[in-house]
Structures are given as structure tokens and as C-alpha cells.
């Protein structure tokens, strides 16, 4: 067959993947249904391989069509962010480094790194985002992020981890509650109270850590809400729904009415690390190493 695979092949194919409908991906891309069908099959001609699986009501994707789905969306992210750079350096700039991270990362460790990468590497640009772990990881595979700054134990096999700040844990009260600095000695002090705790899906490590806090001193904490954002348990602690166990260093840069008491005497740690895919190609990240 005298065919070749084009670029719009991959675009006709993702939009179809994407949206496992055919006319809905002929709408998105501004092409007759029977145009965008007959490309896809001559898609997989070409390849030799069935993508998709049709019937009268639903379209799904084979084994094959999973895969390449994957892939596709992987080399098209990656050629958009090479454009991006390729325009950035062409202006002067050396660059974009992209970071994700969690609430506590930008208190200290993400402010500290800015300035030191700005004070030697001013043409450097950054993007920021707030992410969940799992969210991170899933972006340093497919090369939506350089960097990301976790609480994870284990990352998956072509990414690194690397910890780089070690925090205590800190109880947070109400400003108007009963314990103070000269008067808190353990956590089991609350033991009948509502906790407010970071999402296990947020970071289930930090999770399973706030609960061996409180079991370690004999008791299994009352978890009355949970959220992803600690502006919002903060809001909650606040308002006197219950307490809340924190890494220490998120006692910066909210100005609510509650109150900090760092936990004594316990083992554990909030341990802040930062990941990255070992093959990755920006010319930029390499000269943020150093400051990491």
C-alpha cells in the first residue's frame, strides 16, 4: 500500500481515543464523520494493527489502541514543550523549568530555590502547580513536569527521588483552645476531638503517618473531614469543627486564628523530597541541580 503515515493520522487518533466517539471527534476537529472514519481505518492499515473496537453503540480501544493512545499523547506534549523552549531561547531566555509540588513545598523549599536559581540563572523561567503525589508522578512520566516536590516512599522504575527537607509534625488548634506551649505534652491530650486531616489521597504516606502519631500514643483519631488544601483545614480548625496534625513548616504564610503546637516526643518525620525522570532533556534543569 502506497500510504504513509502524516502527522494528522496521530491528531485524527487521539482526538477519537480522547473522546471515544467518532462524531464528537469529527466535531472537535472540524472534519466529516465519514472523512475522520475512513482516515482512522486507513490509520490502521498502515500500522497493521486494529485500534479501535466498533460496534452500533460504543467505540473502545484495543490493547493496541491503549498503548498507542498513551504514547501519542506523550510525543505530541513533548513537541509542544520543545516549541515552547525553542521560542523561549530564541527571545534570550534560557528556558522553562516546570514545577509541581504540595502546599508545604511553597512555604520554604520552592521560595529558597527561586531565588538562589534567579541570583545565577536570571533568564531561567519557571511554572508552578499545585498537584497531588500521585498526580505529579503520573506528569514526570509523560513529561508535563521537570520537577515535582513529593511525600512518597516509592516512585515508579526512570524516575528519582531525592529528600530534601526533614520537618517535624505540628498539632493544630483553634487560637481560643485550652492548650497552649507551656501546657502541651502529648498528642493523646486530644484524643476525644475531631481531626481534620489531609486526604489519604492526597499523600497516603503523610496519612498513614498522622494516624501511627495518634496510635502510638493509644488512640485512633476521629476523622471528621478531610481535604486536600491546608487553607481549608485551616479554615475548618478555625471554626472549631476539630484539630489537625500538619508538617510544621505550613504554620507560614496563612493568617487565620489558630495556632501551632509542635508535637514532642514522637518518631516521626515529615520528610519533603523532590522527583524527576532520569531521561529527562532539558537543557534548563540541568543548571537547577545544583541548587537542589
Known sequence: MGYQLELRHFTYFLAVAEELHFRKAAERLFISQPGLSRQIKQMEEIIGAELFIRNKRNVSLTVAGEYLKKEIAYIFNHIDFTIKQTAL?????????????????????????L????????????SLEEMSNY????????????IGFVRLARVPDGVCIKAVQTDTFSLVLPKNHVLNKENFKSVAQVAKEHFILFSSDYSSIYFDKIMSICEDKGFTP????????????FRLVESGLGVAIVPTSLQYGFDLDVKFLEIPKISQKAELSVIWKEDNRNPALEKVWGFL
Open 115 to 126: 531565588v538562589k536559581v534567579d541570583k545565577n540563572y536570571p533568564k531561567i523561567q519557571f
Open 222 to 233: 476521629i476523622v471528621s473531614h478531610k481535604s486536600v488544601h491546608a487553607q481549608t483545614i
Open 89 to 113: 531561547i530564541d527571545k534570550g531566555s534560557e528556558g522553562e523549568v516546570r514545577i509541581g509540588f504540595l502546599g508545604s513545598a511553597i512555604q520554604t523549599v520552592i521560595p529558597e530555590l
Open 135 to 146: 498526580d505529579q508522578v503520573k506528569a514526570i512520566v509523560s513529561d508535563e513536569l521537570d
